[in-house]
């Protein structure tokens, strides 16, 4: 099933919201109130601005859906990718953006990233996780020279990457 959370909530940094089977589904960028988030499943963002602040750790098999047209939503907390994990971001619709605007952690060299969907997926800011980043559908941009990481960068067919901004070595 599918939770959605809609409105502001006041939980505290002391709090851990875990997404353990099914879908939690952010409407508000204050949904998780000041909380971490775990996924062990999907995380699915509706809204059109959405700023998520909170840090956020995606386990083995987990997703993000971002699937709002036209939407310009994005991370600016620090998002975690456990050692070992394989994560989707499915960014769904040709006008959707989204922002990895905090620095993008964690993994190793068995941890994948994958991009899916033909939206864009931003890796606006410098980050530090290991493994393999694969960019499988739509388009992905990278708007600084450690974006993705430290990570091996696979282009599939029908994928594109698009370089922007002046900070590219």
Same mark, same amino acid.
């Given at each position: *099933? /599918? +939770?959605? #959370?809609?409105? $502001?909530?006041? =939980?505290?940094? &002391? %709090?851990? @919201?875990?997404?353990?089977? *099914? /879908? +939690?589904? #952010?409407?508000? $960028?204050?949904? =998780?109130?000041? &909380? %971490?988030? @775990? ?131």
């Amino acid at each position: *099933g /599918t +939770l959605a #959370l809609s409105g $502001s909530n006041t =939980l505290t940094n &002391a %709090a851990t @919201v875990t997404v353990d089977g *099914g /879908t +939690l589904n #952010l409407r508000n $960028s204050s949904a =998780l109130g000041d &909380a %971490a988030a @775990v996924v062990n499943s999907t995380l699915s963002i509706t809204g059109t601005t959405l700023n998520i602040d909170n840090p956020i750790t995606f386990n083995n098999g987990s997703s993000l859906v971002n699937n709002n047209a036209n939407g310009r939503n994005q991370f600016s907390g620090t998002v975690t990718l456990a050692n070992d994990a394989a994560v989707t971001m499915n960014i769904a619709g040709s006008g959707n953006i989204f922002t990895l605007s905090g620095n993008t952690t964690g993994g190793n060299v068995n941890t994948t990233l994958t991009k899916s969907g033909t939206g864009l997926l931003d890796f606006a800011s410098a980050s530090d996780y290991l493994g393999t980043t694969i960019l499988s559908a739509g388009s992905s941009r990278v708007s600084n020279d450690a974006g993705f990481g430290n990570s091996t960068v696979q282009i599939n067919t029908g994928a594109s990457l698009l370089l922007n901004g002046s900070n590219l070595d």
